[in-house]
């Protein structure tokens, strides 16, 4: 698309807005990324380290903070690049809305540094899934606004939709996230 663009367009005049899930630096497009009116580049980054390797199959933490790294030193050479975190909050995920905030104003030194938001589709993987028990011992300040009302239908179906994905894939719950883990059983 960018290589369209520069093609077909005066970059200098378009407002360009990309999103990754950080699996990669893009270094092709880094000078024509700079030739842009500006660029919004959103991290898409949901959980943090265990829960963040969880709740997004292949994604390994190390190398998403390592492409952070890459991103906001793109940030600060280039006047017209802006990078924030979209961090979608879900069941696997809002124990650790607290801990990806604080990794946003560690690493992105700036306001505006991270947009949250509630995930509603699909329903089995919305924080309505999570037992009131569970949800008691992880609320907090910054979680507290996207804790649903619990709904035992969905939460059955999040418990078949997590076993089905875990024997799928290798990767196992009570491995990433131990504390849900005992809910789940």
């Not at 980054?45 to 199959?57: F, N, T, V, W």
């Not at 008691?136 to 076993?163: A, C, G, P, S, W």
Request: glycine share 2%; charged share 25%; with cysteine.
């Amino acid at each position: 698309m960018i290589d369209y663009i520069e093609i077909n367009a005066n970059q200098s005049d378009i407002d360009f807005q990309i999103a990754t899930n950080c699996s990669f630096f893009p270094h092709k497009a880094v000078n024509k990324l700079k030739k842009f009116k500006s660029v919004v580049i959103d991290l898409s980054i949901d959980g943090y380290k265990r829960s963040c390797e969880y709740s997004r199959l292949g994604s390994d933490w190390d190398n998403i903070h390592q492409n952070v790294l890459k991103f906001v030193d793109l940030k600060k050479s280039c006047d017209n690049i802006h990078v924030k975190i979209h961090s979608t909050v879900n069941a696997y995920t809002v124990h650790d809305v607290k801990n990806i905030k604080s990794y946003a104003d560690n690493f992105l030194q700036y306001e505006n540094n991270i947009s949250f938001y509630n995930l509603c589709d699909p329903p089995h993987l919305s924080t309505s899934v999570l037992p009131n028990e569970y949800k008691e011992k992880i609320i907090d300040d910054y979680n507290r606004e996207y804790m649903n009302k619990f709904d035992q239908n969905l939460f059955d179906k999040f418990v078949k939709f997590t076993h089905m994905v875990d024997k799928s894939t290798g990767k196992y719950v009570h491995d990433y996230l131990p504390a849900l883990a005992n809910f789940l059983s």
